[in-house]
């Protein structure tokens, strides 16, 4: 069983900057993969970026690739984005999760761990 409980949403301008955080418990193995997720009002959840439990392999969507960082502290079992020169396109929820099975992506299908999400608002 996996637990995850992110933080660090806020409210910024746009060009401003966040750093995101999952906090996680239970076990992750090597080629399993966790992912953050977005979701905005009226829209469907959309796949931010993926990264493997040991760190070395992540994807980024088009969307946010060059403003959007993945990351993993594996010593404290923590998952991080880094969101900078955000848009206000950028606005929703956004939401961890971790998957059992191997192989990166970003179909929330392939997740069946979520945390609870954190807003991040930005005005233009």
């Known amino acids: 069983q996996v637990h995850l409980v992110e933080s660090g949403g806020g409210s910024v301008q746009a060009g401003g900057s966040l750093k995101l955080s999952c906090a996680v418990s239970g076990d992750c193995y090597n080629n399993h993969y966790m992912a953050w997720f977005r979701q905005a009002p009226g829209k469907e959840r959309e796949g931010v970026a993926s990264?493997?439990?040991?760190?070395?392999?992540?994807i980024h969507a088009d969307s946010v690739a060059g403003r959007f960082t993945i990351s993993r502290d594996n010593a404290v079992n923590t998952m991080h984005l880094e969101l900078n020169n955000l848009k206000s396109d950028d606005t929703a929820i956004y939401y961890c999760a971790a998957s059992n099975t191997n192989g990166a992506s970003l179909s929330p299908s392939r997740y069946g761990y979520w945390g609870q999400g954190t807003q991040v608002t930005v005005s233009s």
């Open positions: 990264i493997n439990c040991g760190g070395g392999t992540k």
